[in-house]
């Protein structure tokens, strides 16, 4: 068996495994976060005079925010500028022009282009009626605006996320402007600049798009609702509700992991600071039971990053997602559920086949608190999620109201007990925290405006769509085999979200144009834009782990893909068979595509470890393999013949006598 901490960074103390259980990040985890994640390497400022006036500004931020959602915002236009600039101003506060200097003070240079942020609104604001009715016919002030905004968009985008984005953004600016150049299909008349970046500026199919408006509103409640749910101690329940549920079962550890990082990644937007959040505190326990390095790293990137598929809150995409679809968030809930417990059957039954394969068990029972002591001291948390999921799909709600209610909701159940009370500094705590987390969320989604309002007005999507088909064929398979590499090579330069927003764009029209129904168009590149951060050679999430557990970074990216190898196929599982997403489907026929899904989870986990009651000969691992592919469409026949295989490796692994 492998010692914990061999090889590896320090031991984790005991006080580390503490901070790590009530969900709080060490100086040293936040270090990790930050060197694999763009997003979270903020400068940390020296002054005290400017910490102050940041904090505040964060909390005013989320105020506005709240206050607008609850009593209404200004005209579409002047909101979306607002908060733009808003986010622009934290942006230059929080990131420093280069990665290596965050430490120091805000230099003159930042303090420029935080004046240049609050340009843009206060023009729109003054001038609203003169900016709307030019739409198409800008002013010398419009274009200098529009130039102005679009710089300082792709400029706070480099910071927070890389140079990915930024050169898109650049290289779709260029097709819209030289279009007459291009070649084939890729002609367009071509504009010049005045058209495009006054499209981008004066109206909401730019930079003030749809995507914007949603992070104005759905993404920043929800992560300030994660915000306020982290400060009540919801971290320390999640991990000792799932230690009292798995903990003494056979690989409990790992179970530990995938439940913790699912309930946690649920109402947490970020993949990476859920692995450290929660894997500070698992990867040990996993590594002390004997599974690899290698192993507990992945089981931990896997399940974080299926948080971001799990409803109720699901990832900030989702809400994306129900704005391009025209339809409720409530409705994208309802079907994503069933997707989403499949992929973590599928984890779930890996860690148990490989802790019966390598015989680990749980931890002693004595050492781990009980249900009933969990729920009696911080069960009421469950409070507020049972109210959102009330307000969602019940009541009619919206879901801006559905998320200030739940937010105040939370505040008024944890103080129910001491232990979770939260006081008047955590709650401003909370607001500034959301409002810091927001924005880089919020930039990218101005970004990927910039591209999105080059697609528009040029008819690149219409473009893309019908090339997809043509190199497709034709062919739903190759089509979806397009969109799945499509997605997973944005989501190695960009984040997962404005890596979903282009291809849902892009290559969802494809999909709708061969009949599938757009809710499984776009759920498909909403799971492989996730996804992106577990494949290599760029996979964030598994990087992460990597380095809490001392694994090496691409074997645990790859045994991540192993481990999320249901997620992969339950996409092309929901678009041969929509009934998984409930789409026009009747209880009995959904029953049975449900069930035909989750056969076809458990013969490729089965497959995948070679191992169910005893080691799985190769061919009949096989023959578990076609089986879950033929499951992948839920015909009859299809489903008889992966049942076929199902009863083959049952009979393989009980009925036949073991070879001595």
């Not at 307000?391 to 103080?415: H, W």
């Not at 090339?467 to 064929?473: D, P």
């Not at 996979?539 to 893909?561: D, E, H, I, R, Y």
Request: hydrophobic share 50%.
């Amino acid at each position: 068996m492998e010692e914990q901490g061999t090889g590896v960074r320090p031991e984790v103390t005991v006080d580390d495994l503490q901070k790590a259980r009530q969900g709080v990040l060490t100086e040293e985890q936040q270090e990790l976060i930050e060197s694999l994640d763009k997003e979270a390497k903020t400068r940390r400022l020296d002054s005290p005079v400017e910490k102050t006036v940041f904090y505040w500004l964060c909390v005013a931020v989320s105020v506005y925010h709240v206050y607008t959602s609850f009593f209404g915002t200004p005209p579409v236009l002047m909101h979306r500028a607002v908060h733009v600039s808003m986010m622009l101003v934290l942006g230059f506060m929080m990131y420093p022009f280069s990665g290596k200097k965050t430490r120091g003070n805000i230099s003159v240079f930042d303090i420029l282009l935080i004046l240049l942020s609050l340009a843009a609104p206060i023009y729109i604001c003054t001038g609203y009626l003169g900016v709307v009715e030019r739409a198409g016919i800008p002013s010398t002030g419009d274009l200098i605006m529009a130039t102005m905004l679009i710089i300082l968009v792709m400029e706070a985008s480099r910071r927070m996320s890389g140079w990915a984005l930024p050169i898109l953004s650049v290289i779709f600016l260029l097709y819209g402007l030289f279009g007459r150049s291009m070649p084939g299909l890729f002609w367009h008349r071509g504009y010049t600049w005045n058209q495009i970046s006054n499209h981008l500026f004066a109206n909401t199919e730019g930079i003030y798009g749809s995507s914007v408006s949603i992070a104005a509103s759905y993404i920043f409640l929800f992560i300030l609702f994660g915000s306020v749910m982290a400060k009540s101690g919801m971290g320390a329940f999640f991990n000792d509700l799932a230690l009292a549920l798995a903990g003494h079962s056979i690989g409990g550890p790992a179970k530990v992991s995938v439940i913790a990082s699912g309930l946690l990644g649920s109402i947490n937007g970020s993949a990476e600071a859920n692995v450290v959040t929660t894997g500070a505190f698992t990867i040990p326990l996993m590594k002390k039971t004997g599974y690899s390095k290698e192993f507990a790293g992945a089981v931990e990137a896997s399940s974080s990053v299926g948080g971001q598929l799990l409803p109720p809150v699901m990832g900030a995409a989702a809400f994306i997602m129900a704005e391009i679809l025209n339809v409720s968030y409530s409705v994208i809930i309802v079907h994503a559920a069933i997707p989403a417990l499949l992929y973590y059957l599928g984890i779930i039954v890996q860690v148990h086949l490989r802790a019966g394969k390598d015989n680990l068990q749980g931890l002693p029972r004595e050492q781990l608190p009980r249900v009933r002591d969990v729920l009696r001291e911080r069960g009421h948390l469950l409070i507020p999620i049972a109210a959102l999921l009330y307000f969602l799909l019940f009541s009619g709600a919206t879901v801006v109201f559905s998320a200030v209610i739940t937010i105040v909701c939370t505040i008024a159940v944890a103080a129910l007990r001491k232990s979770t009370r939260m006081s008047l500094r955590d709650i401003l705590d909370a607001l500034a925290d959301g409002a810091r987390q927001t924005v880089p969320v919020a930039m990218a989604c101005a970004c990927v405006g910039i591209i999105i309002g080059v697609v528009s007005k040029t008819g690149f999507g219409l473009t893309m769509a019908n090339t997809i088909i043509t190199l497709g064929g034709k062919s739903l398979l190759l089509t979806l085999l397009f969109t799945m590499v499509t997605c997973m090579i944005l989501g190695m330069g960009v984040p997962s979200i404005p890596a979903y927003i282009i291809t849902a764009t892009i290559a969802a029209p494809a999909l709708a144009k061969l009949g599938i129904p757009p809710i499984s168009a776009h759920m498909f590149a909403f799971y492989y834009a996730m996804f992106a951060n577990l494949t290599p050679p760029v996979a964030l999430a598994a990087f992460a782990a990597a380095g809490l557990s001392g694994g090496n970074p691409m074997k645990t990216g790859f045994q991540s893909v192993k481990l999320a190898i249901a997620g992969f196929i339950v996409p092309f599982m929901f678009v041969y068979s929509p009934q998984l997403l409930l789409v026009e489907t009747s209880l009995l026929t959904g029953l049975r595509v449900v069930l035909g899904a989750s056969a076809g989870v458990f013969l490729i986990a089965s497959a995948i470890e070679g191992f169910l009651h005893r080691k799985i000969p190769l061919p009949v691992r096989i023959i578990a393999a076609g089986g879950a592919f033929f499951l992948i469409d839920s015909g009859i026949k299809t489903d008889l013949i992966g049942l076929a295989c199902l009863v083959i490796l049952l009979i393989s692994q009980y009925a036949v006598p073991r070879r001595l």
